[in-house]
């Protein structure tokens, strides 16, 4: 029996008890995932109906291996878990899971049950037992019809009225997470540098000079922008989700926005470096007027005053200060 260096052995090698307690405890843990599932999805309610009947449907797909095992083995049941054995599918993380949204829950969900049907292929071929061979056959068949059971229970308890209302609710969870925190920091980096990035540019007219400025410009913005999104609120009372994501976003986009105006200076020609930048700018005030719009829902013409008009003031000063 040939054991892995780090303790786990192949599914080749296991006997049928192991196999019998393997089963026993994946339908464990996926009940428990499911379950998970359920209690995080309490905005969701409809959604977390489903996951409760798909836990119980575990439930009974793990009495019904107990009672096997008991039939053969006795009660004693040997503690063996999927992280024990090579080869064997694995699950991701349910706080992983369930921070990435609803959608991607649904997602992992069938995936889940795609991976038990093919346990319980492998387990058939590996049973003796005509009474065994015949469940594990029996589980394979409804763990490869549970897909289409998860998407019934959709259909019956996740009317699209619901459906909707959830949509809509995940969509401005996201908003609120990711779109608005990284607009706000794509707002800040894509203006604000400009006065520093184009006062240094006209300066001194030397664009290795200029980029420098604007790599410090936009990153330490970035890094401000990040700590001070991810510091100031932590999502509970205001329901704004994690304070990391938001950071990342805010952070992450404020650097890109003061990046875009700040590469063009590679270039050793500063004219033509310049035109670049401008014809860059141009293209991020108009990018954020459009991700107001299509996803803040802000009018056009107040997001054009407000990004546009403002962002060409800003440049304006920081020319006319270098220039000087």
Same mark, same amino acid.
């Given at each position: 029996?040939?054991?892995?260096?780090?303790?786990?052995?192949?599914?080749?090698?296991?006997?049928?008890?192991?196999?019998?307690?393997?089963?026993?405890?994946?339908?464990?843990?996926?009940?428990?995932?499911?379950?998970?599932?359920?209690?995080?999805?309490?905005?969701?309610?409809?959604? /977390?109906?489903?996951?409760?009947?798909?836990?119980?449907?575990?439930?009974?797909?793990?009495? /019904?291996?107990? /009672?096997?095992?008991?039939?053969?083995?006795?009660?004693?049941?040997p503690l063996i878990r999927r992280e024990h054995v090579a080869e064997y599918f694995s699950r991701s993380p349910v706080w992983?899971?369930?921070?990435?949204?609803?959608?991607?829950?649904?997602?992992?969900?069938?995936?889940?049950?795609?991976?038990?049907?093919?346990?319980?292929? /492998?387990?058939?071929k590996r049973a003796t037992d005509p009474s065994t061979r015949r469940l594990f056959g029996d589980l394979a068949e409804a763990e490869r019809q549970h897909k289409g059971k998860a998407h019934d229970l959709t259909e019956t308890l996740l009317d699209p009225q619901s459906r909707e209302g959830e949509d809509k609710t995940a969509r401005r969870q996201m908003i609120l997470t990711l779109v608005q925190p990284g607009l706000a920091g794509l707002m800040d980096g894509s203006v604000s540098t400009l006065a520093p990035i184009f006062a240094t540019a006209f300066a001194t007219q030397d664009p290795w000079t200029t980029f420098l400025v604007g790599i410090a410009a936009s990153v330490g913005a970035g890094i401000s922008m990040g700590f001070t999104e991810a510091a100031h609120d932590d999502g509970v009372l205001s329901g704004r989700g994690s304070p990391v994501k938001r950071g990342f976003a805010s952070g992450i986009m404020t650097a890109a926005g003061g990046l875009g105006h700040a590469l063009p200076y590679l270039i050793p020609d500063f004219w033509t470096a310049t035109m670049i930048a401008f014809a860059v700018v141009f293209v991020e005030l108009w990018a954020i007027v459009w991700i107001q719009h299509r996803f803040m829902e802000t009018p056009i013409a107040r997001a054009t005053v407000q990004v546009v008009v403002g962002g060409a003031l800003v440049l304006a000063a920081g020319i006319l200060i270098g220039g000087g």
């Open positions: 029996m040939i054991w892995f260096s780090n303790g786990r052995k192949r599914f080749s090698e296991l006997t049928e008890q192991q196999v019998l307690a393997l089963a026993i405890s994946s339908e464990e843990d996926d009940a428990r995932i499911y379950a998970s599932y359920a209690e995080r999805l309490g905005e969701f309610p409809a959604s /977390a109906a489903v996951f409760r009947a798909m836990e119980a449907e575990e439930n009974e797909h793990r009495r /019904a291996l107990i /009672a096997e095992h008991e039939r053969r083995f006795g009660g004693a049941i992983l899971v369930a921070n990435l949204g609803l959608d991607r829950i649904r997602e992992e969900a069938e995936r889940m049950e795609e991976a038990a049907c093919r346990f319980y292929d /492998a387990a058939v």
